[in-house]
């Protein structure tokens, strides 16, 4: 099911209004929209000031959802997320007082300042859209994405995600330094939170819930299910990976194709969608062994093998 010319239009609208705000990252763009309609959690890793938080902010403005973003840092707990039960004296009962994780998007900003403790709070509402609190169990709204910005893992005071809390994100992106021309736009608009101030909602929670439903509904030919079982399966094997691709991630990249088709307008997938979403959802997953050594900074070595294995498994036609 493609969908609706409404929605079509709708989808194009907030393209274009991302597009205003994050200059000349198109394919950005396109890779959070994918993440979104496909119910996954982004996971967005770069150095400082080159947008990851702005396009969270951008995001959740046009969609007009709720929003909560939390500053991760190295003395944030558990409960400053996922909330905390006060007890009552009127009624002489706890009660639960939610935390930021319960919105439609959570930015969760340089999460890998803080420590792993308060990292793995987040791993049931990314899995499950629901948290527990003193066994008591509460979901969260529809939609729920994690949008997670970090610093790369060079940089003083971080503290690495466990592979755990990798595996939960759809996908990561980076975003990039802008292009000369793009860099200039930015400069003459003088001001992001300016430009964030502008955006006009384009779609409401009902209507992103729709969309994913019809992403869902996207038809996966039963060859590209054996295409992404064959470049998980060398993932496995290549002895440059330590760690190959997890089932999940396997999960991962079939929904991620069927998001991308839907957001080109189609009611199938492609080689191409499968193709274009192996290195965003795998590279995260994999981890390199001792024996790979190569002269790319260390974020882009990942990238690397699988763009080799891509290389070696043959497309379906």
Request: charged content about 25%; some cysteine; proline content about 6%.
């Amino acid at each position: 099911m493609t969908p609706s010319g409404a929605r079509r239009e709708t989808l194009d609208r907030l393209q274009e209004s991302l597009r205003t705000v994050i200059r000349g990252k198109d394919d950005v763009i396109d890779l959070a929209l994918v993440a979104l309609l496909s119910r996954g959690h982004l996971l967005i890793e770069d150095v400082p000031g080159v947008g990851k938080t702005t396009l969270g902010h951008a995001l959740a403005r046009l969609l007009n959802c709720s929003f909560h973003r939390v500053q991760f840092t190295s003395d944030l707990l558990p409960s400053d997320v996922l909330g905390i039960s006060v007890y009552d004296q009127h009624r002489q009962a706890f009660e639960f007082k939610p935390g930021p994780v319960f919105t439609n998007i959570l930015l969760a900003d340089e999460i890998n300042r803080t420590t792993p403790k308060t990292q793995s709070a987040l791993l049931e509402a990314m899995n499950e859209q629901q948290v527990t609190i003193d066994n008591v169990t509460y979901p969260l709204p529809r939609p729920f994405m994690v949008i997670a910005t970090q610093n790369p893992i060079e940089h003083h005071g971080t503290y690495p995600l466990p592979e755990s809390q990798l595996d939960r994100f759809l996908m990561r992106i980076r975003v990039g330094y802008p292009a000369e021309e793009s860099e200039r736009e930015i400069v003459r608009s003088h001001s992001t939170v300016n430009m964030l101030e502008t955006l006009a909602p384009v779609m409401e929670a009902a209507e992103v819930v729709a969309l994913q439903d019809e992403a869902k509904a996207v038809t996966v030919d039963e060859e590209l299910i054996n295409y992404t079982v064959a470049i998980v399966s060398r993932t496995r094997q290549n002895e440059y990976l330590s760690l190959g691709v997890s089932p999940r991630g396997s999960m991962a990249l079939y929904r991620g194709a069927q998001a991308l088709a839907c957001l080109r307008g189609r009611d199938f997938a492609t080689p191409d969608d499968f193709k274009r979403l192996v290195v965003p959802v795998f590279a995260h997953r994999v981890v390199l062994s001792s024996r790979y050594t190569s002269t790319l900074r260390k974020s882009e070595q990942a990238d690397e093998v699988l763009h080799e294995i891509l290389e070696s498994v043959s497309v379906p036609m």
